[in-house]
């Protein structure tokens, strides 16, 4: 079945500065990217997804990277605020089905 | 507003005791999922459904049982709980917008 990996486990940043969460995946099947952020105590939410006909998508300061040949995606966050501070997690969907499969998570802590 | 509603939200059980976690839509929403969440080890899936009456087993189904007799609700059964079993629980409803999930229930069996 499909593997997923994701680094780092654990990121800080300065407020300011860029934050970049990569994912791996194996099926090369897989055609939807999503990233879900996690606020301590709540639930999931969607805050950018990609679609493998597509190798990058924005949306103001987020952004998502696909490299099919590679089978890795990355999050981008620029201009990082307190309010980033969360885990975040990649997903990935293949064709099969709708089996989603998540990334372990990332803790990103940005420092005032 | 368009949300998943599950209950409750949180539950302490006893080992044994035979418990549902209910899941309710409002989207009309046809596939729907129960997930996992452990401390580094992300959301595995347990179940998920693609329509009424259609499930399957995702990656960690075992000790779990789901129903879906109507398109808006989908419950987790737990009918043995046991403490492997003490977890935070999502459960999602997938739509145009990828999925959306409940606000969460956590379990705790002794």
């Known amino acids: 079945g499909e593997n997923v990996e994701q680094h780092p486990s654990t990121l800080s940043v300065q407020e300011g500065d860029s934050a970049v969460i990569k994912c791996t995946y194996s099926?090369?099947?897989?055609?939807?990217f999503p990233w879900y952020k996690q606020e301590l105590g709540k639930r999931p939410q969607l805050i950018i997804d990609i679609r493998s006909n597509v190798g990058e998508k924005k949306d103001q300061r987020i952004a998502v990277t696909l490299n099919k040949t590679a089978k890795h995606f990355s999050l981008h966050i620029t201009e990082t605020q307190p309010e980033d501070s969360a885990v975040y997690f990649c997903?990935?969907?293949?064709?099969?089905?709708?089996?989603?499969?998540f990334g372990p998570g990332t803790r990103l802590s940005v420092l005032p | 507003e368009a949300q998943v509603t599950q209950n409750p939200r949180y539950l302490i059980t006893v080992t044994g005791k035979k418990l549902t976690v209910t899941c309710s839509q409002n989207?009309?929403?046809?596939?729907m999922s129960w997930y996992r969440q452990d401390p580094g080890l992300g959301l595995r899936q347990i179940y998920y459904s693609m329509n009424v009456e259609v499930t399957d087993k995702g990656d960690v189904p075992e000790g779990y049982k789901v129903s879906r007799k109507e398109k808006r609700n989908f419950p987790l059964i737990l009918e043995s709980p046991s403490p492997n079993q003490t977890s935070l629980y999502f459960c999602a409803s997938w739509g145009n917008y990828g999925y959306t999930f409940g606000s969460g229930t956590r379990l705790t069996v002794v």
């Open positions: 989207m009309n929403h046809e596939y």
């Open positions: 099926d090369s099947a897989s055609n939807y």
């Open positions: 997903a990935v969907l293949n064709n099969y089905g709708q089996n989603f499969v």
